[in-house]
């Protein structure tokens, strides 16, 4: 029987297999393997194919529920040269890391596969993540821009979650967000299942000998908390803390520079209020 390119069935090393959700196992397996080895034609960032526009028999779910894919391989990808922190000999590429990350964007998640790095050398025999501070550090600024995540040990976050948070006016806080975040979600959701449905009801109405059976779309994936959001937040500071000492001296300049009209209130060590004197403030000039 001839299978549909995506469609046959996809092999994925069996750690992998276990990260990787249900819906996006075949068109993974397909577009990086290939005779069980990873192709060498791979790329950054994969969309999975969308729905048929039209059907002639029942759908499954799979199709409409697929996620889209970073492929965080630096050394595969690029062949940059990475060298190991112990003992400086070069690391060389021991495939896809066996744990494939969902991250969390802002209105749907996307998948990371990743792959292990080895040091051969007698003393170490040591295997390191490409998305370690150890390798991330030793790639060029060019390269290093791509990886735009935060990980924390059980969920990943693109930046731009992170980047709402930066802008910390009134109201603007980790639950707000969160709220936000899950209602973007949720209305992407809605959708897909929307569509799924609406390829499957052309069927329900056909005359047929059998009754159709339909297939469950999976199920949503939870947002993390609001804590977990702050955690993160936190964690962005600390990659970005040269930038934020370099803007602090800056606007502390500036309140140096600010007329001896103007009261500076210091309520603590890291606040400041800039009040215009009463009196003074309108007969200046
Ligand atoms: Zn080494």
């Known amino acids: 029987m001839e299978t549909a390119p995506g469609s046959e069935p996809g092999w994925l090393p069996a750690k992998l ?10 068109w993974i397996s397909s577009a990086l393997w290939k005779n069980k080895r990873l192709r060498t034609d791979l790329k950054l960032w994969y969309d999975p194919s969308e729905p048929a526009l039209i059907y002639h028999q029942a759908p499954a779910p799979e199709r409409f529920f697929t996620h889209r894919l970073l492929l965080w391989m630096p050394y595969h990808l690029w062949r940059v040269r990475l060298s190991c922190p112990v003992c400086g000999k070069q690391l060389t590429g021991y495939g896809a890391h ?64 992170i980047r709402f948070l930066r802008e910390r006016t009134l109201g603007n806080s980790p639950s707000r967000l969160v709220r936000q975040v899950r209602e973007n979600h949720s209305e992407e959701w809605l959708k897909r299942v929307c569509r799924y449905l609406g390829a499957c009801s052309d069927f329900v109405v056909q005359p047929s000998l059998h009754p159709i059976k339909f297939h469950e779309p999976p199920k949503p994936v939870a947002i993390p908390s609001h804590r977990w959001m702050l955690a993160v937040y936190g964690r962005d500071i600390l990659s970005r803390m040269d930038h934020i000492k370099a803007s602090i001296t800056s606007t502390f300049g500036n309140i140096l520079k600010i007329d001896s009209t103007k009261k500076v209130n210091i309520f603590n060590s890291c606040h400041f209020k800039i009040l215009p004197h009463k009196q003074t403030s309108k007969i200046q000039h």
Request: include cysteine.
């Open 17 to 26: 297999m276990g990260t990787i959700p249900p819906q996006d196992q075949k």
């Open 98 to 161: 066996k744990r494939a990350r969902q991250v969390l964007d802002v209105d749907r998640y996307y998948l990371m596969i990743t792959e292990t790095l080895w040091c051969s050398s007698a003393g170490c025999k040591t295997s390191y993540i490409s998305t370690s501070k150890t390798i991330l550090d030793q790639l060029d600024l060019a390269h290093r821009m791509e990886f735009r995540l935060i990980l924390t040990r059980k969920y990943a976050c693109d930046i731009r979650v």
